[in-house]
């Protein structure tokens, strides 16, 4: 086999086979397939596509070109991916509650992308807290607190590493055939026995239409059970930030609010019906309605806050961080109320401004060796259908200068569109694909 040959192929509109994908993706792994090779191989799916065996084969290529973990547990082991949004921290919430439950869930997840916020950012704001850990400390972290929350090792799907980075600059970031191979090829080499897929749709999410959301969704399930691994998949809206919060430590400390004070809170809700879902596929509970109000009672118990705070122990955080969690986060210097310039409904909010708002002010990466302000963000932000009244602040800006604040503040202003008469306000959940 030679890389020529299957971009010659697909060219022609033809799918490889599954041994020349398996060639093709160890030839990324190990550096037999050019750059050029490599960007020409990504422009012919995006052009002609793979079709959905040839999406499966290229997923398992791309999972099998480095580790796939397994697991010595007494139970089974779950796992959550989202497609990203703003104020998206369900991570945190969903797997001490799942582990609670007996579930074991190791996550491997990723850094801030675009207007995204990234798990690991999020963490890594916690004083102390290290999120790349040798995979024999993984095994060890699991064992002893049945989640981890961490950071790819060089050795989980290099293929996907490669072609990723050749994707950036070759303009098919958006074939959805890449898009489901780079996502699942990760997830899978963790080993898990149930997935459960979080679609993100709307303003602040990467797909704004539910037609797209929805074709994600389904190729991402239906390559998900083809390569052997249960696989629902959950729509929810991103027309709004998730939480009240935007930026990495504010997002933490939201986080302890849900998981202590604030169980209704929308991250709870879409914590508890993608957990749900997870663990009625994990064969753990006989529905996912059963599973969704187990999540929901070890969340209100508080039994969910002191999992994570063993969690967060394990991998470098302070012991007593879930008592007291205020007193470790950073906090920024300055602080700027934005206020409404008019009376009305807030009745749209674009959650992507927001976003790269947060990312201007040095909350994410504009680009790859950029590092990151923990402290910086927005807090008590609106929400869609409340009403506020001129002057009242529609957000806080948490900025390291008073120059990067003003900016923030104008983006959120523009940002956020208020009306004379109240809006629909979209439900949480729109879809739910089972296998």
Sequence with gaps: MDARSIIAKLRRKDIPSAEELHWFAQGLADGGVSDAQAGAFAMAVCMGGLGAQGRADLTIAMRDSGDVLNWDVEGPVIDKHSTGGVGDSVSLVLAPALAELGAYVPMISGRGLGHTGGTLDKLESIPGV???I?????????????????????QIAPADKRLYAIRDVTATVESLDLITASILSKKLAASPDALVLDVKVG???FMKTLDDAHNLAQALTETANAAGCRTSAVITDMNQPLASALGNALEVDEVMKVLTQAPDAPLAVISAELGGVLLADAGMFASSEEGRDKIAKVIRDGRAAERFGRMMAAVGAPIHFVDDWSRYLPEASVILEVPALAAGYVTTIDGEALGLAVVELGGGRQVESDVIDPAVGLSDLVRLGDRVEKGVPLAVVHAAREDAARRAADAVQKAITLGTGKPVVPSLVHERITP
Excluded: F, H, Y
């Excluded at 040798?134 to 060089?154: P, W």
């Design 134 to 154: 040798s995979q024999d400390r993984l095994v060890q972290v699991l064992n002893e607190t049945g989640a981890a929350i961490v950071g790819a090792t060089g």
């Design 203 to 205: 303003s602040g999410a």
């Design 130 to 132: 290290t999120t790349q």
